[in-house]
């Protein structure tokens, strides 16, 4: 008598394994790290910070990551997604809530943005990304920023 294998099923199993969403955020801080390369270089550069901020965000939804930033230094942070369709906000926020005054462009598309500002005091901060709702299906993303 043979042996009997049971049928597999029909639908694949959706949710990605630990290792497989590890990998697919490493992919996208190395997109971000592509866009920055252009800075990181030259008599002005910044130095990348090994710290980074990645996750998943839904289209219309946003993400506060918290910072601590020194006056004197100049910031620049990338926020990176895989889809080229998506449209994406980076601002800063002080302890108070203000929005801060920064420049913010678009890489090669509109999937990466670069933000570049100096604070006037030293103190915490908040980096908040978000998705316009340009697309219908959430985002895995990552943040980097680098000092000067």
Partial sequence: MGSVLPAQDKEPFS???AVEAFNSLNDIKVMA????LPLLGGDEK????QSWWGGSID?????LH???LFKRNSYCFWFAVPDRQAELNLNIYNSDGQLVPTRLSEIGGSNIVTLTMSPHLTGM???RVSLKTSIDVPQDYAVIYAFR
């Avoid at 790290?33 to 920055?36: G, K, N, R, S, W």
């Avoid at 910044?46 to 910070?49: D, E, I, K, T």
């Avoid at 289209?59 to 993400?63: D, I, M, R, S």
């Fill in 46 to 49: 910044f130095v990348l910070r």
């Fill in 125 to 127: 901060f908040f980096v």
């Fill in 66 to 68: 918290p910072v601590q």
């Fill in 33 to 36: 790290q592509e866009a920055a």
């Fill in 59 to 63: 289209p219309g939804k946003a993400k």
């Fill in 15 to 17: 949710e990605p394994s």
